[in-house]
């Protein structure tokens, strides 16, 4: 497996795009990752009382997915329960989820402690609609969806229309059908973390 056991946290609200979580979820843990999926009560479908009920997708798939039992590939965090210094990657999938996210103060603060802390921050297709809103695009090679292309060069990134670009400790994504591009980016820069971490001990 091409990743030791590094630590993932893949946070979601309401109306995130499906296939970008579940791909994530069983590509990186099949490459080794401990995954955390971290469904977030924050979109249109939320509402008061609404605490009992999934998370779901633009397509209807609920976080966590029943397809997927907790366990095998993934298990179930609490957003409150997360610590930046356990983790080696924050992932966020796209569709409607990311503008519901980057309206979530504690998210943001969250997303920027751990750019701080130079955990890697991965975003793909809308996911970058939270790292423009945690202000940490200024001055990187970025890339996301055709429709969040001007929002990422108003925030000061460089737009690039390709699969996936990575730029210190940020890695964006553009799409669904990049997915395979994207995920092999995550692995390789965690990949060329442990192995600088190794060689420095």
Not at 63 to 73: K, R
């Amino acid at each position: 497996m091409a990743l030791n056991g590094e630590t993932i946290a893949i946070l979601v609200g309401h109306e995130f795009e499906d296939i970008e979580m579940e791909y994530c979820i069983l590509q990186l843990s099949h490459e080794g990752a401990d995954v955390k999926l971290v469904p977030i009560n924050a979109g249109f479908n939320a509402h008061e009382g609404s605490d009992q009920k999934p998370v779901r997708g633009r397509f209807g798939t609920p976080a966590p997915p029943i397809v997927m039992a907790e366990g095998t590939h993934y298990t179930v965090v609490d957003f409150e329960d997360l610590e930046v210094d356990t983790l080696d990657c924050l992932l966020y999938p796209g569709g409607f989820s990311p503008d519901h996210l980057r309206v979530v103060p504690e998210v943001v603060e969250f997303t920027k402690e751990a750019h701080e802390d130079d955990t890697l921050i991965a975003a793909i297709c809308h996911g970058p609609e939270v790292l423009i809103e945690a202000d940490i695009v200024d001055g990187r090679d970025v890339t996301a969806w055709k429709s969040v292309k001007t929002s990422l060069i108003n925030a000061g990134g460089d737009y690039h229309d390709v699969s996936h670009v990575k730029d210190g400790n940020v890695l964006t994504g553009r799409c669904p059908d990049d997915l395979p591009a994207f995920c092999e980016g995550i692995t390789e820069a965690l990949e060329e973390r442990e192995t600088v971490a190794a060689a420095d001990d």
